[in-house]
């Protein structure tokens, strides 16, 4: 199984930015889903967006757009989150999630695990922490 590991995390004020990194131990797939999700203390988790690492096609929830940016190097099989003008309600655990492409469906089916009330990602990572203080 693919180990993901997650840093950057920390502590920011709002208006500022952090950028979080998502690494793979390895990339059995030549093209992968990875999304980033969020869970802030007692509330569901929610989906943050996700990349598809053949074409780099995105996706971002509605809460995250024109904020946070999705992008990978596929060579260090790592993807990133840049957050910028965090804001109080961004506080929360944020994990990566991936799904290798081993049907070749392209970025669609990426769509389709993002959205599944029960996201069926075969690898998460263990989270980092995001705290924006106003």
């Known amino acids: 199984q693919v180990q993901l590991v997650e840093s950057g995390g920390g502590s920011v004020q709002a208006g500022g930015s952090l950028r979080l990194s998502c690494t793979a131990s390895?990339?059995?797939?030549?093209?992968?889903?990875m999304a980033w999700f969020r869970r802030a203390p007692g509330k569901e988790r929610e989906g943050v967006g996700y990349?598809?690492?053949?074409?780099?096609?995105?996706y971002y929830a509605d809460s995250v757009k024109g904020r946070f940016t999705i992008s990978r190097d596929n060579a260090k099989n790592t993807v990133y989150l840049q957050m910028n003008s965090l804001k109080p309600e961004d506080t929360a655990m944020y994990y990566c999630?991936?799904?290798?492409?081993?049907?070749?469906?392209?970025?669609?089916?990426?769509?389709?695990?993002?959205?599944?009330?029960?996201?069926?990602?075969?690898?998460w990572g263990q989270g980092t922490q995001v705290t924006v203080s106003s």
């Open positions: 390895r990339s059995t797939y030549t093209s992968n889903c």
């Open positions: 990349i598809y690492t053949g074409s780099g096609s995105t």
């Open positions: 999630a991936a799904e290798g492409d081993y049907y070749n469906r392209g970025s669609g089916y990426c769509y389709n695990l993002f959205v599944a009330d029960d996201p069926a990602f075969s690898s």
